[in-house]
């Protein structure tokens, strides 16, 4: 059993794996009750074990009955704990299909297939353990020339049955990485088909999820093929050892050598020793998905989350001064660096604009400010003190954070303003708004603040969603401003309501700003330049008019 196994197992109470072991001893008993009785019923030509016969079946009936009882609750229970426990578990990268996307695939579809395994794996394993036992204890005292014959032939069949199991099991790893890349990718389109109608991109993404779920298909095809080699090896080592005691038996016989209760005995309980392990295959093949699937589970729990340190706490007086070290970050999987030797001062108050062609490090920088990136080599410096010393958390609140594509949830404009500082009154959320330049249109809205939001910010333009997200870094209060060209997708007024909000908004902040366009760039005290990872042209001031007014460029 591998360890995955092992660890679902640990999360059913013991008392429940009692359980099934002892319905599987009593369909074991059950098992040679029936075999003795149908052969009294035969060689006796009698028909008085018929009835008691009856009985006997109905009874294995119930034990299957309570065995599909005890284990569909104890698949639900754990199906059930794996889901809350993932739920509370930040999603990380978990599949190439997109985050969010692998997550909702792992929890709906992938943990679904667990079932089988507690359901139809489970308690034929136990079975598989109890009843050949029971079973063939039985045969060697009614036969113990056939007990032999038996004893030696059934181990090959989990040997067999394992040979084709490994193959099966790469393959089904395989599929579920497909169905998982498929179940993300799948999402991401249905998030984003607005845009892509608009663009005209729908029907290349069309072609895309086709391909992919053609993919899947044909790793499905596999597992399956493989699955069937594997019954076939299984059956026919099975009906090879069947034969192997059948023929002696019959000849015994014929010679009158063996009574024919005893014959009739054992031909009829040599098929049920096997039986078990035929049957365990075929629930091994059903249960291969939900395994891997719940081996991405538990990958994605174990997983080191990124908790708060218990460093230090900087006072929070006034805005820190932030410098930069010799920073070099490389990203997993990348030959190349995002940040090469970088060093860079920003005193306290002071607002630098860092500029550069895609793909220079601009918006890694102001990972590696805000402590979201541990850098390979170098120091981050807050104040003269070392980021990873800090209390992380206590270092993000304060911070005002504003992505290039801020992200609105499902909810009023209020409570979306709000994650800047949960415990703020409406007076402050108006304040932030009208900071922001956002009070205007909010106020246009059908309900206001109370306007409720579709996920993503749908029903408002770009330039709507960028300043709620700019008055939400306002209302963080925090002294830090980090801001990722906050005006990129913004048309042109946008953008001149955005800077000349920047303006009150930056005030007596230290700020980070990555910026494209002229209007921002002249916001700012310096000009740093990236290009390649690496800073190009530094402490340039920012461009000034004949009044010493600053102009873009």
Known sequence: MKAV????????????????????????????????????????????????????????AVLAWAVALVAGHAAARVKRGLREAL???????????????????????????????????????????????VVLARLAWADWASGLVVAVTVPLV???????????????????????????????????????????????????????ADGHRRASVRALRVAFLSSLVVELVCALSV?????????????????????????????????????????FHASAEGVVAAGEAFAALDAPLPVARDGRVIAEVGAPSLELRGVTVRYPGSREVALDGVSLRVDAGERVAVT?????????????LAGL??????????????????????????????????????????????????????????????????????????DGYSTVLGEG?????????????????????????????????LDLRSERVLVDAAERLLAGRTAVLVAHRPALVAVADRVVRLDGGRVVAADQAAPKDATGAEVAA
Request: net charge positive; with cysteine; charged share 20%.
């Open 5 to 60: 196994e092992r660890r679902l197992l640990r999360l059913v109470p013991r008392r429940v794996v009692v359980g099934l072991g002892v319905l599987a001893v009593g369909q074991g008993v059950l098992l040679v009750v029936q075999a003795e009785l149908l052969v009294r019923a035969v060689a006796g030509l009698d028909a008085g074990p018929l009835p008691w016969l009856a009985g006997v079946v109905a009874g294995r």
């Open 87 to 133: 739920l509370r578990c930040p999603a990380g990268e978990t599949g190439a299909g997109g985050v969010a996307g692998s997550r909702v695939t792992l929890l709906t579809r992938g943990l679904d297939g667990v079932d089988p395994f507690f359901t139809g794996y489970v308690p034929q394993l136990l079975a598989a353990c109890v009843v050949p036992v």
């Open 158 to 212: 989990p040997v067999f049955g394992a040979l084709v199991g490994l193959r099966t099991a790469v393959l089904t790893g395989r599929q579920w990485g497909l169905l998982e890349r498929l179940g993300g990718h799948f999402r991401d389109v249905l998030a984003g088909l607005s845009t892509l109608r608009a663009f005209g991109r729908v029907a290349h993404q069309s072609g895309v999820v086709r391909e992919l």
């Open 243 to 283: 034969a192997l005691v059948a023929v002696p038996v019959g000849l015994r016989l014929l010679d009158g050598s063996l009574a024919l209760s005893v014959g009739l005995l054992v031909l009829v309980l040599t098929p049920e020793v096997f039986l078990p392990l035929r049957a365990l295959g075929q629930r």
């Open 356 to 368: 550069g062609p895609s793909g220079a490090g601009k918006s890694t920088l102001l990972l590696v």
């Open 373 to 446: 990136v541990v850098p390979e080599s170098g120091q981050v410096l807050v104040d003269g003190v070392d980021l990873a010393d800090l209390d992380l958390a206590a270092w993000r609140a304060r911070l005002g954070w504003v992505p290039q594509r801020p992200h609105l949830f499902a909810g009023s404009v209020a409570d979306n303003i709000r994650l800047g500082d949960p415990d703020a009154d409406d007076g402050r959320v108006v304040e932030a708004a009208r900071a922001a330049a956002a009070a205007e249109f909010v106020e246009a809205l059908p």
């Open 457 to 489: 910010g749908a029903g408002l333009s770009a330039g709507q969603r960028q300043r709620l997200a700019v008055a939400r870094a306002w209302l963080s209060g925090g002294p830090v401003v980090l801001w990722d060209e906050p005006t990129a997708r």
